[in-house]
C-alpha cells in the first residue's frame, strides 16, 4: 500500500490469538489483501492474568445460560476501532471466533461496511445453543461469506442477513512453479487426515526408492505462520502427487454428510501437483474444479494405490495435461484477488489499480505456462 493512501479496509486477524496450521491459508487471504488494497490490520491478544481468565468464565457461563451472545468472552484485551473504514473484514475460523468481536469497540460506528467470512461451519451446527448464540453477533454484519456452500440456506435463515458461498483460493503466484520449474523429487506428499488404509500401502510403497511425505506428529501449531506457508508451498511444487479429499471425510458425525470443498484442492491444484483422493459430492466442486482429471479419485480402501501411481505414471503426456490444467486454472480462476473482487462488489466498492494489475500479472504468468 502506498504511503500517501488513506486505508480503505479494516481487517480484524486472528494470527496473534491462533497459531493452528489449518489457519495459515486464511492469514494468507489476510496478507494477499494488503498488498493489493488500501488496509489496516488490527490483530486482537489475550489478555493475561488469572481475574481475566475468572472473569472471562463467569462471562462465558452467563452468556451461554441467559442465551446473550454479547455476554460472551474470547479472552481478548479490549481495543478500540479510532478511524473511519469504508469495510470491516473478519475472517472466522470457527464459530467462536466470532466473540472476539465483543472485545472491539466503536468498530461498528466507524466502519460503513462489515463482512464476516466464516470457513468451518456445518448446517447441522448452525441451531445448536452454543453456536446460534455466537452467530447472533453476526446481525451486526452487513454480509456474510461462508466457504461451507451447503450451510448457506441455513446461517441466512438464522440471521435474515444477505449470506453467499465463497470458497478457498490461494496466492496463486507463490504457489506457481513457473518459470523455476523446480524438480519434483517427492512421489507423494499428505498433510492432515488421510485414509488410514491408503497411508499403510504408501508405507510400505516407501521401503523402496520412494519418497512418501506425510505427517508424523499430532501438534497443529505453527512457529511461525510464513515460514510455515511458505514451506508448504515449495513442498507442494516438489511433489508428483498430493493427497486431497473432501473436507473432514472421516467424521461424519460433525459433518452430518456434508460434503465440501476444502482449502486442499485449490493448494495442490496451483502446486502443480497431481490430486489423487476423494473429492465432495457438491456443486463447488463441480463448478470451480470443472476439467478432466483435476482430481484422480480413489476409494477411501484403495490398497492398490501402488498399481494407480504406476498407471498413472506410464501416461506422462497426461500428467503434463493435468499439471498445466490444475496450474493454469488456479492463475486464472483461483487466486485470492478474485475472491476479494467478488466481495467488494458485494459491498459496493471499487477494486484497486493494484488488484487490476494483479490480474494482468496471472494472465501473463498463465500464457507462460500454456507455452512450457
Known amino acids: 500500500m502506498s504511503k500517501n493512501t488513506k486505508p480503505r479496509i479494516l481487517i480484524i486477524s486472528m494470527r496473534n490469538l491462533h497459531s493452528q496450521a489449518f489457519r495459515s491459508a486464511e492469514y494468507e487471504f489476510e496478507d494477499a489483501i494488503c498488498t493489493f488494497d488500501y488496509a489496516d490490520m488490527l490483530t486482537p491478544e489475550f489478555a493475561s492474568g488469572f481475574r481475566k481468565q475468572i472473569n472471562k468464565k463467569l462471562a462465558n457461563y452467563a452468556g451461554l445460560t441467559v442465551g446473550n451472545g454479547k455476554l460472551l468472552k474470547s479472552g481478548c484485551r479490549t481495543s478500540t476501532v479510532d478511524k473511519e473504514y469504508d469495510l470491516l473484514f473478519f475472517i472466522c475460523q470457527h464459530f467462536w471466533d466470532i466473540t472476539c468481536i465483543n472485545s ?16 468451518e461451519i456445518w448446517a447441522k451446527e448452525v441451531l445448536e445453543h452454543k453456536t446460534k448464540l455466537c452467530l447472533e453477533l453476526v446481525k451486526d454484519f452487513d454480509y456474510i461469506f461462508t466457504t461451507q456452500a451447503k450451510s448457506v440456506d441455513a446461517i441466512a435463515n438464522l440471521l435474515q442477513r444477505p449470506c453467499y458461498s465463497l470458497p478457498y483460493a490461494v496466492d496463486a503466484i507463490k504457489f506457481c512453479p513457473y518459470p523455476l520449474q523446480p ?67 472421516d467424521s461424519v458425525n460433525q459433518t452430518g454428510n456434508q460434503e465440501e470443498l476444502g482449502s486442499r484442492f485449490f493448494e495442490g491444484a496451483a502446486g502443480g501437483a497431481v490430486m489423487i483422493g476423494i473429492p465432495p459430492n457438491c456443486e463447488a466442486y463441480t463448478t470451480y474444479f470443472n476439467w478432466q482429471d483435476a482430481v484422480i479419485e480413489i476409494p477411501y480402501n484403495a490398497v492398490n494405490i501402488a498399481d494407480i501411481i504406476a498407471e498413472l505414471d506410464a501416461q506422462p503426456e497426461r500428467i503434463k495435461r493435468i499439471r498445466q490444467d490444475n496450474i493454469i486454472n488456479s492463475l486464472l480462476r483461483h487466486d485470492w484477488v478474485y475472491r476479494w473482487s467478488q466481495i467488494l462488489d458485494k459491498v459496493g466498492l471499487e477494486q484497486t489499480p493494484e488488484m487490476l494489475s494483479r490480474q494482468a500479472n496471472l494472465k501473463n504468468l498463465a500464457k507462460l505456462v500454456i507455452k512450457a
Not at 523429487?185 to 492432515?192: A, K, L
Open 104 to 119: 472491539i469497540k466503536q468498530w461498528r460506528e466507524k466502519c460503513y461496511k462489515a463482512v464476516l467470512w466464516i470457513d
Open 183 to 249: 524438480q519434483r523429487n517427492i512421489d507423494v506428499y499428505s498433510i492432515g487426515r488421510r485414509s488410514p488404509i491408503v497411508h499403510k500401502a504408501l508405507i510400505e510403497l516407501a521401503e523402496d526408492n520412494f519418497l512418501y511425505l506425510y505427517d508424523t506428529l499430532k501438534g497443529l501449531q505453527m512457529i511461525n505462520y510464513k515460514e510455515h506457508r511458505t514451506l508448504y508451498i515449495n513442498l507442494i511444487k516438489r511433489s508428483r502427487y498430493f493427497i486431497a479429499n473432501k473436507a473432514k471425510f
